[in-house]
Structures are given as C-alpha cells and as structure tokens.
C-alpha cells in the first residue's frame, strides 16, 4: 500500500538572478518498506543500555535461573520515495505510478549494461534470483552427504531390526532352554 502526495517549490537559480526553477515533487509513502527511524542529532545522548529497562535484581545475568529479555523493537517509519519533475502540471498519483512501473524496465536497462562488464547483480525493486556458483557448488556437495547419511541411517535400521529379531529368538531360545547359537556375522 502507498500513499502520494504532491507539492510545489520555486528554488532561485544563483546563475540567473531573478528568476526561479520550478519544480513539482510526487511523494510516495511505501507503507510495505518500513526502515528504521535515523537518531535525533540534537538529542546527543549515547543508545540506552541493552539492560537499561531492567531492574537492578533483574541484571545480574551472571546468576543462576536469569533469562534474558527481548530487546525493545526499534522505531520505523515508511520509506519515502520522492519523485521530483520540472513539468508545469502533474497529477502525483499518475507520475507515481508511471515511476513505480518504470521500475522492471529500467532493471533490464541496467542488467543489459552490466552483463556484458561480467556482474550479474540484480537491481530494482523486481529481482530475479542470481545462481550464486559458489552457493551452488556447495549445496551439491551437501545434498550428496545427505544422500549419503539417509543410505547410512536406512542400512542401520534395517541392521537394527534383524538385530533385535536375533536378540528375541535368543530370548525365546533360552526361556525354553535352548542351547544359545552363535550370532550370524554381518
């Protein structure tokens, strides 16, 4: 969800006195892309301890029996996205919206340019997932160990099984008074 707003401004222009650029800004509030709320400069202050909300009995995290805490959540706010223009009118939602959807192509602009330089990065907002070679070599060989360990633990069960059925036909043998026969090697 996004909200826009418009507004105006008139900036003087150093180079030509007398006379001002005007230009038009489109606002977008991205409620779905929060980011975190930067410091006040003026307050000056340190960040409070990570045990700052704590009473003094309840920080001695060297004692038995003490559990931590969550950590306060951090303060966020929506990101803001603005979209400045020197056009005469705009309607911000239009202008908003034609930014938003020129996101995937200018991502093809940039994927096609830098292709060929041998970075095969995403950019924008509509990303595919990059085979990482690294990552991939990485997984084969641990999907391989698996494969190995799931053999080894099915050929360990199934021991197990003929193990015990030979433990309970010893079992059986002796509550009859059977003499005992030597186990079969595996």
């Known amino acids: 969800m996004r909200e826009v707003a418009c507004a105006r401004l008139a900036l003087p222009r150093p180079d030509h006195p007398g006379e001002v650029l005007s230009l038009r800004v489109a606002l977008i509030r991205d409620l779905r892309r929060l980011v975190p709320v930067p410091p006040n400069p003026e307050d000056g202050e340190r960040p409070p301890r990570w045990d700052a909300d704590l009473g003094r009995t309840e920080r001695r995290w060297w ?72 990552l991939a070599k990485r997984q084969v060989v641990l999907e391989g160990r698996t494969q190995r360990l799931e053999h080894l633990a099915q050929a360990s069960r199934a021991r197990l099984t003929d193990l015990r059925d030979q433990d309970q036909q010893l079992q059986a043998g002796k509550a009859c008074g059977a003499q005992p026969r030597p186990l079969e090697q595996m």
């Open 63 to 134: 004692e038995d029996g003490w559990q931590a805490t969550a950590a306060p959540a951090t303060q966020t706010t929506p990101k803001l996205i603005p979209i400045v223009t020197t056009a005469e009118t705009i309607d911000a939602v239009e202008l908003a919206h034609t930014y938003i959807h020129r996101w995937p192509a200018q991502e093809n602009i940039i994927k096609d340019y830098l292709r060929p330089l041998g970075l095969d990065t995403n950019h924008g907002y509509a990303k595919e997932p990059v085979v990482n070679s690294e």
